[in-house]
C-alpha cells in the first residue's frame, strides 16, 4: 500500500451555492481510482450568460481519466446535484448509484442525453453497500427538502469519508425518518477520516427548523382564506407540496396541480413509493365548476420562472383557472438570490388582480433544507472527525464552516474547486491545484466559458452589431462597394445610418488600397473607421465583424 | 373658476421604484399650468435594458405641453428624483426649483446635458415660497439619506397637496432638524385636501429607526477593528458617511475616502454648506506610511457596483491602498433587491483576502431612510387629511398604503404611472389614463422603451446573429453568391460553419428565383433557410438578417 492515497477534489459546488460534483480517487499517485459524487448544474442569467441552456463543471479533468473512474453516486434528485449526469454519461462509462426516487429523476436526464439506463444501479439505504473499485460505498438517510436524500459513506483502506451531501437535521420531518446528528454517530460510529459537510447556510446563526413547524401556519392561512388559494414551493420538495395539499384537504378544498414539474415530481414520488397517501387531486377543468373557496392550487414558480404556472396565472388564465380578486398567493418557499425582481414582478401583477400575496417575510411557511451553524457544530460534535472539509457553499460559507470546525479543535481546510486533498496520517493537506472552471451547454453545443462566444454576446447585448462586407467591383481593384449589416443601434433612420457606414467603409478602403495592405490589415483599419463613425452618431462602440465577399 | 380643476399625473415612480416624476395640474380642463415635481432614472440591468445608459420616464406627454410648465421642483438630490433633469431641460424651458445641495447635484446634470444652469432656482424651507403659475409652492424640510431632502407644499385655488417626497421621521437624524409628524402638522396646519405621500416602506410593520441609532455599533466596531477598516455607503448619504468619519477619528484613525462619487457628494456638501465640520481626510497616497489600525476607508460601491472604488479593493490595489488579512469591511447599507449577486462576489473576493466582512444582518448597522407602515399611520392621523395617495412604490406597496390610509378613515386611491387624478369637493377621483412608459438613454439618443432595439439586442444576446449579403454575380441572374457573418453562435469552426450557411443560402436563393419572387419574399425565404440549418447543427434559433448587395 506504500505510496497509495486517498483524495478529495471538487469539481463544481465548492466556492459557490449549485453545480456540485466532488471526486474522490484512492491508489496509487496518478492511477488512483475514482468515483464522482454528484453532477449538478447550475442556472445562467442574463448578465454573465445569456442564452446559454444549463452551466455545468468543468469536467475536462475527469473525462481525460474516464477509465479509471469505478462509479457515479447521486445523493439526491436536485438540479445542482443531477441536472449533469445525462450530459456526462455521453463521455464516461460508469455504473450511476442512487436510492430509487433519485434514479427516477436521473433516468429522465440519460434520456434527454440519449444515454441507456442500464449503467443505472438502485440502491437501498446503509448498511446495504457498493462497491465501486477499492471504494465501498453506502448511503445513509438524510433529511432535506426532497425525498430519499442521503449522506455517503465512503470506506476506502485509507481511511472513512462521511460526505453529507444536503441535508438538514429533523427530528418530525413529515416524510422519511427523522435525523438527527446521533442518527449518523448510531449508525456510522465515530473514527471518521473527514467529513465533507454541506456548508450553505453555515453562516446561519440559530438552530435550523424541522419541516413540521410549517404545517400549522398553512394549514391556518389555508382554513381561513375567503376565495381560492393558490400555493407555491419547489416540486421536488414533496413533504411540502404534502402538507400544503392536506391543509387543502383539512379544510375541504379540492386539490389542483399545476405545472409540469409538479406533475412529474408526485409521479415519481408516487411510483417509488416515497409516498403513498397523497390526497386526490382533480384535473384543471373541473375547478371551474366548483366555488373558490373550495379550491387549492398547488403551482410551479416560487421563483419568479417567467413559464411557471404562477406566473401565467399573474398573468392570465393558466389551464383554464383565473386567479380572481379574494384569491390567495402563498409562497411558501424563500426567494433564492438575484431572483427578488422576477418574484416582485409576479406579486405585484397578482396584487393588481386583488390576490392578497402572502410570502414567508414573517418565517411561517417555509424552512430550509440545510444545516444552520449550531446544527453544524453539533454534528462536528457528535462524530468527533478527525477533520472538516466544508463543501457546498460561497467561499465565505465554506470559511465561515471550516472556522466552527477549528473553534472546535477539528482540523479543517477550505478546498475550492479545483483543489486536491489528500488525507493523510497528519490529516489533510492541499497537493495540488488543478484548472476547475465552468462548461457552457449552448443549444447542442458544450462550449467553455472562456470561449469567447458568450463575451461576444454579451458585447453586442451592450453595444449592437455592425457587419460589413467589402466587394472589389469594375476593373479596378481600387473600386470597393461595402454592404453594411446593423443590429440593434439606436440610429433613427437604420437604413440611411447603414448607407452611410457603407460609403464610410468603401472610403476608407479606397483610401488605403493603394498603400497595399493586406486584407486583415484592411479589415481593421474598416472596423475602425466604421466604430468611429457610429460613436461620433449615436455614442455607441459596436462590435464590427469586416468580411471580404 | 367654473370649470377649473387640479389634478395628479404621475409619469413615473407610482407603481415601481425609482423614475419618480410627477405632474401637478391647474387650470380649465385642456389648458392647465402645470409643474413637474422630481425628473428621476432608475437603472438598467443585462436583463431587461442590456446596454442602455440611463431608464427615464416616457415625458412626451408633458414635451407636448411644454409650453404649459411653469415650473420644475426638485424634492432632493437622489438620482431616482433628479437624474433626468438634464435630458428633459433640453426640451422644456421652465425654471427648476430646489435647495442648494440639490441645486448643486442638478447643475452637474444640466451641464451634462449642455442646458444652461441660468434656469436653476435656489429657494429656502417654509415659509418661503415660490410661485409657479396658479402653484405657490414651499418646500418643508425632511428627514432622509440625503441632506436637504424636503417635502413640497403646493397651494392652489383648488387646494393645498402635501407631496412628501422620500422622508423619513428622525428625532435625531445627526444632520439636519429633527422631523416628527408633528413637525409637518406645526408648519402647515391641517385643511390638506390630498398627502400624496412616500410608500416604499409601507410594508414594513416595525416604527422606523433613526439615524443616530447606527452611529454607536459603527464607532465600537470601528474600535475594535485590528487592522484597516473599509466602510462603503451611498456617498449621497453625508450624514453616515459623517458618522462613520467620526467614528474612524474616535478611534484615533486617518479617514480615506475612495470613489469620485464619494468627493463630489462631500465636496457638495461642504460648499452648500450642508457640513461644517467634516473631519480631516487624507490623500490615499498617505496611507501606505501609516500602521493598518490608524486607517479608515470610506469607499463607494455599497451595491456591488463592478467599477466602484470597493469593487477595485476586493480585486486589488485603488489608488495605492489595498485590504489585507485581518481587514474589516463594513456595508452600512442594505442591498437593493438585485445587486445581491454583485455584493456576493465582492464579499467572497473580500473574504477569500482574509478580510472579516460585516454586514447589516444584524440589523446594527444600517437604516432606511424611509417611513414604515407605522411611520405613515402617524403622519396620516396627525395631518388628517382629506384624502390619501400612496406615491413612489410598487404596486403593493401602494395598495398596503392605500389600504391603510382607507381604515384610517381617509379617502385613498391608488394611481399607477399615467393615471391622472383629479381632486374634486368630493375626493379624488381617476379621470383619465395617458400612455406612460420608459424611455432609454442608449449612447445618445433617447429611444423608447417598445421601439425594438433593445428587444433585438437581448435576442442576439441569447441566440445569436447571422447576417447574409446576397449578390447577384455572373450574366445570368440566377447566379448568387453569398456573404455570411455570423456572430455569438457556438460552432466549433465558425469560418467552416459560415461557409456552409452561404451555400445553404446560394442554393436557397437558386432554387427559388426562378419562380420571380420579390427580393423581399426572397429575403425571408433565405433568412428561414439559414436559421433552420443553424438550428439543426448547434441548436439555437438566432437573429437572421438578409441584405442584397
Redesign the interface.
Known amino acids: 500500500m506504500a505510496g497509495e492515497r486517498l483524495f478529495y477534489l471538487p469539481l463544481g459546488g465548492a466556492?459557490e451555492i449549485g453545480m456540485n460534483a466532488y471526486v474522490y480517487g484512492f491508489g496509487a499517485e496518478g492511477s488512483e481510482r475514482l468515483i464522482l459524487v454528484d453532477a449538478g448544474v447550475t442556472f445562467p442569467?442574463?448578465?454573465s450568460t445569456?442564452?446559454v441552456d444549463l452551466i455545468l463543471p468543468d469536467f475536462s479533468w475527469l473525462f481525460e481519466r474516464s477509465r479509471q473512474v469505478d462509479g457515479i453516486f447521486l445523493t439526491h434528485a436536485h438540479e445542482d446535484h443531477l441536472g449533469a449526469v445525462g450530459v456526462i454519461c455521453r463521455s464516461i462509462e460508469a455504473p450511476v448509484y442512487a436510492r430509487p426516487f433519485t434514479m427516477e429523476i436521473a433516468a429522465k436526464k440519460l434520456e434527454e442525453f440519449g444515454v441507456s439506463k442500464k449503467i443505472l444501479r438502485e440502491v437501498a439505504t446503509h448498511p446495504a453497500e457498493s462497491k465501486a473499485g477499492p471504494f465501498t460505498v453506502s448511503f445513509l438517510h438524510a433529511a432535506h427538502s426532497v425525498p430519499e436524500a442521503s449522506a455517503l459513506l465512503l470506506e476506502t483502506p485509507g481511511g472513512r469519508i462521511l460526505h453529507t451531501g444536503d441535508f438538514k437535521f429533523d427530528e418530525s420531518p413529515t416524510m422519511g425518518d427523522p435525523l438527527t446528528a446521533d442518527s449518523w454517530k448510531r449508525a456510522i460510529g465515530t473514527g471518521v477520516t473527514a467529513l465533507v459537510c454541506d456548508s450553505t447556510n453555515a453562516l446561519q446563526r440559530r438552530k435550523g427548523r424541522s419541516e413540521a413547524s410549517v404545517g400549522p401556519g398553512i394549514q391556518r392561512l389555508v382554513e381561513q382564506a375567503k376565495g381560492m388559494v393558490v400555493a407555491t414551493t419547489f416540486a421536488s420538495n414533496i413533504a411540502r407540496v404534502s402538507q400544503i395539499a392536506q391543509a387543502g384537504r383539512l379544510a375541504e378544498r379540492e386539490i389542483v396541480l399545476l405545472g409540469r414539474a409538479m406533475h412529474r415530481m408526485l409521479n415519481a414520488a408516487l411510483q417509488t413509493g416515497v409516498v403513498s397517501d397523497f390526497p386526490r387531486t382533480i384535473e384543471p377543468n373541473l375547478a371551474a365548476g366548483l366555488p373558490r373557496n373550495k379550491l387549492l392550487v398547488i403551482a410551479t414558480g416560487s421563483q419568479g420562472e417567467p413559464r411557471s404556472a404562477t406566473a401565467q396565472l399573474a398573468a392570465g388564465k393558466f389551464q383554464g383557472i383565473e386567479v380572481e380578486r379574494g384569491d390567495t398567493l402563498l409562497y411558501s418557499s424563500k426567494t433564492i438570490?438575484?431572483n427578488?425582481?422576477a418574484v416582485?414582478r409576479i406579486?405585484?401583477m397578482m396584487?393588481?388582480k386583488g390576490v392578497d400575496?402572502v410570502d414567508d417575510s414573517a418565517e411561517i411557511y417555509h424552512v430550509s433544507g440545510h444545516p444552520n451553524g449550531p446544527d453544524l457544530e453539533n454534528l462536528h460534535i457528535a462524530l468527533r472527525p478527525k477533520s472538516v472539509i466544508p463543501m457546498h457553499g460561497?467561499?465565505?460559507h465554506l470559511?465561515s464552516h471550516s472556522n466552527l470546525a477549528k473553534k472546535l479543535g477539528m482540523q479543517s481546510l477550505v478546498a475550492e474547486n479545483g483543489t486536491v486533498v489528500e488525507f493523510g496520517s497528519c490529516g489533510p493537506r492541499i497537493s495540488e491545484k488543478i484548472e476547475a472552471g465552468r462548461t457552457?451547454l449552448?443549444?447542442?453545443?458544450l462550449?467553455g466559458a472562456r470561449?469567447g462566444?458568450?463575451r461576444?454576446?454579451?458585447q453586442?447585448?451592450?453595444?449592437?452589431?455592425v457587419?460589413v462586407?467589402l466587394?472589389r467591383s469594375g476593373r479596378r481593384r481600387a473600386e470597393v462597394?461595402a454592404?453594411v449589416?446593423s443590429?440593434?443601434?439606436?440610429?433613427?433612420d437604420i437604413a440611411d445610418f447603414e448607407e452611410r457606414l457603407e460609403e464610410v467603409a468603401a472610403a476608407r478602403v479606397a483610401d488605403k488600397l493603394s498603400n497595399s495592405k493586406s486584407e486583415d490589415e484592411m479589415k481593421s483599419i474598416v472596423a475602425r473607421a466604421v466604430r468611429h463613425e457610429v460613436?461620433d452618431?449615436?455614442?455607441?462602440k459596436p462590435?464590427v465583424?469586416v468580411?471580404f465577399?
Open positions: 466556492g442569467d442574463m448578465e445569456p442564452g438570490p438575484g427578488e425582481r416582485s406579486i405585484n396584487a393588481k400575496v460561497e467561499y465565505r470559511l457552457y449552448d443549444g447542442f453545443e462550449i470561449d462566444v458568450i461576444e454576446r454579451r453586442i447585448a451592450r453595444n449592437g452589431f457587419g462586407v466587394r462597394r454592404t449589416w443590429a440593434g443601434l439606436p440610429a433613427q460613436f452618431h449615436v455614442g455607441k462590435v465583424a468580411k465577399a
